[in-house]
């Protein structure tokens, strides 16, 4: 199934009436198909997490067009979003957590235990199956996060700097993870990071976002196609990097020219 987004004059205001009402999409546009992994990086508060709750279809209200369509009209699509802060079902396991999804797919009880059970090995937790929430640790809740993501195989997957509360060896490790999963059943995987060097090794395409959405550029890489761990010293990954980090950081340097908005008086 062939996937496409649409985003077209995409505004985005919190509070609209109220005093404290913020800008955090402003007229942003976009277009992108295909079956891919798609990172989005930008500065804190520029509007990552908004474009992907509204991508999951977790927030309609806003203005301007945000669709995303598959070539296949008569298919529903299955959308899901692992959150930044990590939303698990705190009176449930572990198991139970990663089975929810499947049981609404109406999968058997049997079937659906061993699926959730599969997946929480696949993400290192095969000890942990049986613990609620509250006796994870953050990195783990969030990995149990991710399988439940997974476990119903969705056409898009939007992602929210999953693995930021992970160690560095364990970030890798779910990036391999992440990686192989998209391989075993490519869908349309979206996702935010502040991390350069995770955008660059999962993204086949990089939306550098600025301040209020607003798109800088987007990188399409689709031509590294050596996603190992070896990839990430190679010199093509760094040329990539570097050019992200410098575009990041020249509109960082324009915003905070004293003459742009602020005031040294
Ligand atoms: N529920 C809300 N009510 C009011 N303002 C909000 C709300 N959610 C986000 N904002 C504001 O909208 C802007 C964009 O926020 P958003 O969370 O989308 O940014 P982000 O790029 O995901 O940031 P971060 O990198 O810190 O996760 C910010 O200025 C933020 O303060
Ligand atoms: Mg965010």
Not at 64 to 87: C, L
Not at 139 to 150: I, N, S, Y
Request: charged share 25%; aromatic share 8%; hydrophobic share 40%.
């Amino acid at each position: 199934m062939s996937i496409s987004i649409h985003v077209e004059n995409l505004s985005k205001i919190y509070n609209e009436r109220g005093e404290q009402s913020t800008v955090a999409l402003d007229h942003v546009s976009f277009e992108i198909s295909g079956s891919d992994i798609i990172c989005i990086v930008g500065p804190v508060g520029c509007g990552k997490t908004t474009l992907l709750r509204i991508l999951s279809g977790l927030d309609n209200k806003f203005e301007g067009i945000a669709e995303i369509s598959n070539s296949n009209p008569n298919k529903d699509q299955i959308r899901t979003m692992v959150f930044q802060e990590r939303a698990l079902f705190y009176w449930m396991t572990a198991l139970e957590n990663v089975a929810f999804g499947l049981k609404c797919k109406g999968i058997s009880k049997h079937e659906r235990l061993a699926k959730a059970s599969q997946l929480l090995e696949t993400v290192g937790l095969t000890d942990k199956i049986r613990a609620y929430p509250d006796e994870l640790s953050g990195g783990q809740k969030q990995r149990v996060a991710l399988a439940r993501a997974f476990a119903i195989e969705p056409d898009i997957i939007c992602l929210d700097e999953p693995f930021g509360s992970q160690d560095y060896h364990t970030r890798c490790e779910l990036q391999m993870w992440l990686l192989e999963m998209w391989n075993r059943r490519p869908n349309l995987t979206i996702f935010a990071t502040h991390d350069l060097e995770e955008a660059v090794f999962l993204g086949r395409r990089v939306i550098v976002m600025k301040d209020k959405g607003h798109i800088l550029q987007i990188e399409d890489l689709g031509h590294l196609v050596d996603r190992t761990q070896a990839f990430r010293s190679t010199p093509e990954f760094y040329d990539v990097k570097k050019h992200l980090w410098e575009l990041l950081e020249t509109e960082t340097i324009i915003c905070a020219k004293p003459d742009n908005n602020m005031s040294l008086s």
